[in-house]
């Protein structure tokens, strides 16, 4: 039914997110050369514990490219559908295409040996500190890996134009959920190039050092986890131009024929709640290589769903929404987490055995911290009953 006052509200959400995306245009710089410039001064002293230069020898890939001004990777018709489903979404359109599997589901008989949790986009935060409830850490206590997507540069300079910006204080934050070298941070994102070469190099460096395990640079499209799971970070937009980035043209070379293999795409649109039928089709052709699929970029959850393909019934999870934000505007602020056992069947083949995920909201407790949590009603899928969890976190 329409309501004025919904009506009116999305209108003033669009416009506070629009307008705070626009808010620094003027700080891009216009470059002198039509073709490359320099981002940053290398020689300046770097903060966050930063090395002023990122890496010895710069590698024959890495460049910057001519930077936009207007920094939006779609086209004329994309960018309208952007700003209409940032004004007045998140969009429904599609939803009678996919269902969602149960919270709790054993997609194949198989022999559990490892425990992979998920969670979609880490965005900047504005400086506040985040913090995850104790049902969240709960959740996630029998993963042994976490996976997700680190959407923005610990960087010592600033952006520009839509730039994510994260500070160093967010990795010591994480480490509070999963120890780092537990955890797997997907780089190739939309605001991967947003700083640069440079920036985004100290900042990839920084996250190893930290002891997180990193992926979605162009040499480094995947990593292999316990000699047998690979994680694939690729990444079907770029709000900057640059040649450092794992692209889904790279998705070749970040498939494992040896091990297990799970892909992590930035892909979709933002602020859909459905994948459209050429997502769906491409989803599950990829499906016929890959093992499992857990994506994100769209800032709203979508569905979570299974698909049969060569006698195994695989999962994929087109995008699993914010996982955190600064921003306390009510559209943003849900995801979905999800833990999935993988291992052989009785014929020693690897798949994806049980299922459990949630979903996740998001609260601006106070002006200097930003809290995560499970949330019993997914309150963008009305139609979706309330989970019924245990006292360690899990569906019933």
């Known amino acids: 039914m329409f309501s004025p006052m919904s009506f009116f509200k999305g209108i003033v959400a669009g416009s506070i997110f629009l307008l705070a995306a626009c808010a620094s245009v003027s700080s891009v710089e216009q470059p002198n050369d039509p073709d490359t410039i320099e981002i940053g001064d290398t020689e300046s002293e770097a903060t966050h514990g930063l090395e002023s230069k990122s890496v010895e020898n710069e590698p024959d890939w890495a460049g910057d490219i001519r930077r936009k001004q207007i920094p939006i990777p779609y086209d004329f018709g994309e960018t309208l559908a952007w700003i209409r489903n940032n004004i007045f979404g998140p969009s429904d359109r599609h939803q009678e295409l996919t269902d969602f599997i149960p919270q709790s589901i054993t997609l194949n008989e198989i022999t559990p040996v490892t425990s992979l949790g998920f969670?979609?986009?880490?965005?900047?935060?504005?400086?506040?500190?985040?913090?995850?409830?104790?049902?969240?850490?709960?959740?996630?206590?029998d993963a042994d890996y976490l996976i997700g997507n680190f959407?923005?540069?610990?960087?010592?300079?600033?952006?520009?134009?839509?730039?994510?910006?994260?500070?160093?204080?967010?990795?010591?934050?994480?480490?509070?959920?999963?120890?780092?070298?537990?955890f797997v941070l997907t780089n190739a994102n939309n605001h991967t190039c947003d700083f640069g070469w440079d920036e985004f190099s100290k900042s990839y460096q920084l996250q190893k050092r930290h002891g997180f395990q990193v992926v979605g640079r162009k040499d480094e499209p995947s990593i292999l986890l316990d000699g047998r799971i690979n994680v694939a970070s690729v990444t079907q937009w770029s709000n900057q131009p640059c040649t450092y980035l794992a692209e889904f043209t790279d998705i070749e070379n970040a498939y494992d024929p040896t091990a297990f293999n799970v892909l992590s795409p930035h892909w979709g649109y933002e602020m859909q709640m459905y994948p459209g039928p050429e997502q769906i089709e491409k989803?599950?052709?990829?499906?016929?290589?890959?093992?499992?699929?857990?994506?994100?970029?769209?800032?709203?959850p979508q569905v979570i769903t299974a698909y049969e393909l060569k006698q195994s019934n695989k999962l994929l999870a087109y995008s699993l929404g914010d996982f955190c934000t600064y921003m306390n505007i009510d559209k943003y602020r849900h995801g979905i987490v999800v833990k999935a056992e993988v291992g052989p069947d009785s014929e020693g083949d690897w798949k994806v055995g049980k299922v459990e995920w949630r979903c996740s909201i998001i609260d601006q407790v106070d002006g200097e911290t930003t809290r995560v949590r499970l949330n019993d009603r997914c309150e963008l899928f009305p139609e979706l009953a309330p989970a019924s969890m245990d006292q360690a976190g899990h569906a019933r």
């Open 119 to 141: 969670f979609g986009d880490l965005m900047q935060l504005d400086g506040k500190r985040l913090h995850f409830a104790h049902d969240l850490k709960q959740f996630f206590a």
């Open 151 to 182: 959407e923005g540069t610990i960087a010592s300079t600033n952006g520009g134009l839509m730039a994510s910006l994260h500070t160093e204080a967010i990795l010591e934050d994480l480490k509070s959920l999963m120890p780092p070298e537990r």
């Open 283 to 300: 989803g599950q052709t990829l499906l016929g290589d890959w093992d499992m699929i857990v994506g994100h970029h769209t800032h709203a």
